[in-house]
């Protein structure tokens, strides 16, 4: 199995010995040894992961790297963040998804208002089995963890991934802008309950749903 490591933490580093694994299109940005790339769709598997991608904003282009060496990934200077799978489902954005060991399973799967409000579609990218994968950041990602005691309200402008037994749930709220005056419509958020990890950026992307 390939290894994941951080050259800083801009740079994300994979030891390969004939392995193979699947990154974001264009960001490889050196390597050392023997390296096959090819491109490969991405945004889930089959003809259910085809058809999600051409009705929903959850579009992303991967390629497939597999040789002996090592190679080196990185996309606009984002912040990387490894992440282990031991059989559990990561739930993240494409656009926030960098690299995944070849053999974890991604796919697509519903997450309803959500996916409205910031306008990446409806649905949202999964991978899962035993593996590493590199999630990105605009900014330092902080690790929350929620629990039955303390559910978690997240800004979907920064929400980033997600894992664990999670029940997630969209709801509209009042934040401190929007307390101030300075948001242009309702304010959303992205509601956690049960118990697991949700990843966040210290940044917003633009959202649909109103300034949030």
Do not use: W
Request: net charge neutral; charged share 20%; hydrophobic share 35%.
């Amino acid at each position: 199995m390939a290894t994941f490591r951080l050259q800083g933490s801009k740079v994300l580093a994979v030891d390969m010995t004939g392995d193979a694994v699947k990154a974001k299109n264009g960001s490889m940005v050196a390597y050392d040894g023997q390296m096959a790339f090819k491109k490969m769709s991405g945004g889930g598997e089959g003809l259910r992961g085809m058809v999600t991608r051409r009705l929903t904003g959850e579009q992303m282009t991967v390629m497939e790297v597999k040789g002996h060496g090592t190679c080196y990934f990185a996309d606009r200077a984002s912040e990387i963040n490894l992440v282990s799978l031991t059989g559990d489902k990561l739930f993240v954005e494409a656009s926030n998804l960098l690299a995944t060991d070849a053999g974890l399973r991604t796919g697509t799967t519903f997450t309803g208002l959500r996916g409205a409000s910031q306008g990446n579609g409806l649905f949202t990218t999964t991978i899962e089995g035993h593996g590493q994968a590199a999630i990105m950041s605009d900014g330092p990602a902080v690790v929350l963890r929620v629990s039955a005691q303390y559910p978690l309200s997240v800004d979907p402008g920064a929400y980033i991934a997600h894992q664990g037994n999670l029940q997630q749930r969209f709801q509209s709220g009042v934040t401190f802008r929007t307390f101030l005056g300075e948001g242009s419509g309702e304010a959303f958020q992205i509601r956690f309950e049960g118990e697991g990890l949700v990843y966040v950026q210290p940044s917003e992307r633009n959202t649909i749903g109103g300034d949030v």
